[in-house]
């Protein structure tokens, strides 16, 4: 069945691998043994808010942004979530496998989206504009603000500590958790 040429049942299988984001949970929380970490797309979800937020605040091109934020883990439906570590292992096979499970998914959609999503993840991907930036930004951001919680809500907070080494080079962004990070990057 389609619509005016977009095959209504490609995008039904586009949104369903979506979906299966909803199920795959962060493996930085699962190695930090935090019960019920939480998902991929939950984590997407709050990157999409931050990006928008400071998007906006630096008076970006916020549409572009939440684009971005939203297609920034897509690959991960297939690919799975895999932490820095076992990314670094795969070295360039990693980047590869990514590639392709990300054309692999937007190739279900119409040609012109398929291009439009391709070109702004591999905008994403490059840091090729400065709404890439701050979307890299806002992902990293998330992540340290879900490890500050999975600590007030009692989780170990040595098998946390690696994740306060990460760098948050936006001004705004950065300074939304400054003392939480230097807190806890002074620890022995």
Same mark, same amino acid.
């Given at each position: ?10 995008? %039904? ?9 909803? @199920?795959? *949970?962060?493996? @930085? ?13 939950? =984590? ?14 630096? @008076? ?11 297609? /920034? ?36 959609? *119409? ?10 993840? =591999?905008? $994403? /991907?490059?840091?090729?504009? *400065? ?18 919680? $999975? ?10 500590? /690696?994740?306060?080494?990460?760098? %948050? ?11 939480? %990070? ?7």
């Amino acid at each position: 069945m389609s619509d005016g040429g977009v095959r209504l049942e490609k995008v %039904i299988e586009f949104l369903r691998a979506v979906g299966r984001l909803k @199920g795959i *949970p962060r493996t @930085g929380w699962v190695e930090a043994e935090i019960k019920e970490p939480e998902s991929v797309a939950d =984590h997407c979800f709050r990157t999409v808010v931050l990006a928008m937020v400071t998007a906006d605040i630096r @008076g970006l091109n916020t549409e572009k942004a939440l684009r971005m934020a939203i297609l /920034h883990d897509l690959a991960e439906a297939e690919t799975g979530d895999l932490t820095p570590e076992q990314k670094d292992l795969m070295g360039a096979g990693y980047s590869r496998e990514e590639k392709r499970a990300m054309e692999s998914i937007l190739s279900l959609l *119409p040609k012109a989206l398929d291009r439009k999503y391709r070109t702004l993840w =591999h905008e $994403y /991907h490059d840091s090729s504009s *400065p709404e890439a930036v701050i979307v890299k930004q806002a992902d990293r951001l998330e992540m340290l603000l879900q490890a500050l919680e $999975y600590e007030e809500k009692g989780a170990d907070a040595s098998k946390l500590r /690696h994740f306060w080494d990460t760098k %948050i080079e936006d001004p705004i962004l950065s300074e939304l958790l400054r003392p939480e %990070i230097e807190k806890r990057r002074g620890r022995v």
